[in-house]
DNA sequence: TATTGTTATACTCTATAACTATA
DNA sequence: TATAGTTATAGAGTATAACAATA
């Protein structure tokens, strides 16, 4: 239990504390949402939202992937990824493909029209990284991504 | 439009590229998103999600504030807000007073019972921040949490 | 005319639980 | 029994557009 007593203003309200400035979860759920916004707007041109876009990118990066690997690769439950899948099928920027040993799963893979979707925003996708990290040097660039990979780790692992 | 060749498997694939590692962009959706799971387990014990959580504590931290300031400070459309103070109003951890000088709007404050939200569930917050921080030592924090701001920076003057 | 807050509506992301088909 | 994928459902966060009351 906290024991923390506010600090108040003269008349007894609650003086603002900006607690939240210095917490690292805060920042990054703040700026999650910011970066979300701006991928919208840039994998719009191609029909998709961010996550369809980054499940399309990880189909790439994995082709003949399963859907549980997939789940397991962008770190949601395989329902998450059922309507995502079934919006990158229907645009045809992927395909599945029935297993030949196991009937249950499906072979997943970019199509030559999603392969183009993902060449006609990386453009725009790079452009962003340039703006995002404008006022990082070199150096700060690499330590925000390392330091960015331990806090990941840091939740994968609890 | 982009010329990129995409390097293939001897079968014609699309080889493995590994493009999302390297983007700002991407970890801090993928972070921002694990994040935001986390922190929904902590806040739960009090009945708030995450957004409405920093809603309450945006108040605290700018008392008597009227909604479409708060809009500006969670950088969200004003109709984001409505259901979010509802939430806070309907658990009584904030109250509504008319504005004395403009009877449109409506100054914020949070209550007592707020307050002992907020303070039930910091412990939990500031335990989540060390493990999140865990592999950075405190000058690799602080230039994460001043990188961070940088990109926020960029993301919210663009 | 412009602003504060609300409502209606819609989309994305997320999960849990129960289901089918298959292993 | 366990696993791959689907369906049904629900909650959270986000936005746009149109509205009422007030400035």
């Not at 991928?39 to 790439?60: E, H, K």
């Not at 993902?118 to 991504?145: G, S």
Request: hydrophobic letters at 45%.
């Amino acid at each position: 239990m906290s024991k923390a007593a506010h600090q108040r203003t003269p008349d007894g309200a609650v003086a603002p504390r900006r607690d939240l400035e210095g917490l690292v979860g805060y920042q990054l759920r703040r700026v999650g949402a910011e970066v979300v916004k701006e991928l919208s707007r840039i994998f719009s041109v191609v029909g998709l939202a961010p996550g369809q876009f980054s499940v399309l990118m990880l189909i790439a990066e994995h082709p003949g992937c399963f859907q549980m690997e997939l789940a397991r690769l962008a770190n949601v439950d395989r329902s998450t990824l059922v309507p995502m899948i079934e919006r990158l099928a229907q645009l045809k920027f992927i395909r599945r493909r029935q297993s030949d040993t196991d009937r249950r799963a499906f072979h997943l893979r970019v199509t030559a029209r999603g392969r183009k979707a993902i060449d006609q925003v990386m453009p725009d996708l790079r452009a962003f990284e340039e703006t995002l990290t404008d006022a990082l040097n070199a150096r700060e660039k690499t330590a925000l991504l390392r330091s960015l990979r331990h806090v990941e780790d840091a939740l994968l692992r609890q």
